[in-house]
């Protein structure tokens, strides 16, 4: 499993300004807006599954996979967690 820098908002404005500038998209791929949701995705896929497990007994983690999200704009990928039960 890769280790992922972790997500700086100061990092994230100085480089959406830079790419709002530069006329980007904003969503897709390379969208200027993408690491946002990205990382909001991600950190609320991580605590909804912490919450499921806290009423599973038995269950736990099961690492990560990668989907693709696809939008009217363009897609991404996102990192989801996953449980030993597949609930």
Known sequence: MK???????EDFEREAIKGLYEKKNFMGEN????PLIK???EKALAL???QHLKH?????RN????????SS??????TTPRDRNNT
């Open 73 to 78: 704009t363009g897609e991404f990928e996102l």
């Open 56 to 60: 599973e007994g038995g269950n736990k």
């Open 3 to 9: 280790d992922k820098p972790d997500f700086s908002y």
């Open 31 to 34: 969208g200027v807006f993408t």
């Open 63 to 70: 690492g990560l996979t990668t989907k693709t999200v696809k």
């Open 48 to 50: 909804e599954l912490e």
């Open 39 to 41: 990382h909001f995705l």
